[in-house]
Nanobody
């Protein structure tokens, strides 16, 4: 079992940056594909980015390409989401998730473990 704890959210002005972190418990972190998702008020949860077990492969939602960067440090059991050029449309609760399968996935239902989420609010 994996427990995930996100941090790094907060209030930022449009155009600003934030780096989210997701710390995982357990010794098998490197066995999981990791993903970031977000959910804005009144909207469905949406995929943001995913990274392979080794960190060599990544995939992004179109709305975040070129602005967000996902990375991981398997020695620290942590996955990161660097977010630049933030806009009000990025306001949401951001969740990290762990998928025991090998392939990258943009589907939330393939992820088994979820964190509690961290709020990101971007003011205009």
């Amino acid at each position: 079992q994996v427990q995930l704890v996100e941090s790094g959210g907060g209030l930022v002005q449009a155009g600003g940056s934030l780096r989210l972190s997701c710390a995982a418990s357990g010794r098998t972190f490197s066995s999981y594909t990791m993903g970031w998702f977000r959910q804005a008020p009144g909207k469905e949860r949406e995929f943001v980015a995913t990274i392979s077990r080794s960190g060599s492969s990544t995939y992004y939602a179109d709305c975040t390409k070129g602005r967000f960067t996902i990375s991981r440090d398997n020695a620290k059991n942590t996955v990161y989401l660097q977010m630049n050029s933030l806009g009000p449309e990025d306001t949401a609760v951001y969740y990290c998730a762990a998928d025991p399968k090998f392939a990258l996935s943009i589907l939330g239902q393939t992820y088994v473990y979820w964190g509690q989420g961290t709020q990101v609010t971007v003011s205009s």
